[in-house]
């Protein structure tokens, strides 16, 4: 499962957490650690970016917005990609971020394949 930037939801420490209370209790005590004092495993909810907004890691998510807006399955799917948005979150520091965009790239490039080898994007053929 990936979400609309890239990420990879089943390796998503937030996701895991969501999923895993043992782990959202390691979340929270790394987070306290971490500068965060008031850190507690109820944060950790996310059911990724299909799920209701109740279940999002961020609720004010633009790339989220505006694939739904599109009504794309992800950024590699949309005629403006790379977008000074997706570009500036693939940039903003985070290794994970950029490996989503890279992603997302190699997604664009197989579908770019596909259309052009003339097969199905979902490998039916």
Do not use: Q
Request: aromatic fraction near 10%; charge should be negative.
């Amino acid at each position: 499962m990936f979400a609309p930037c890239g990420i990879d939801c089943e390796n998503c420490d937030m996701y895991r957490a969501a999923c895993d209370k043992e782990f959202a209790e390691f979340m929270a005590a790394d987070w306290r650690n971490s500068g965060h004092p008031g850190a507690d495993a109820s944060w950790f909810t996310c059911k990724g970016c299909n799920s209701e907004s109740s279940m999002l890691w961020s609720e004010n998510c633009t790339i989220r917005d505006c694939v739904r807006e599109k009504g794309i399955e992800n950024c590699s799917r949309c005629s403006s990609f790379p977008c000074d948005r997706l570009t500036n979150f693939a940039n903003d520091g985070f290794p994970h971020h950029r490996c989503a965009f890279e992603r997302l790239c190699r997604m664009r490039d197989e579908l770019a394949s596909s259309i052009n080898s003339g097969s199905s994007v979902s490998g039916d053929s």
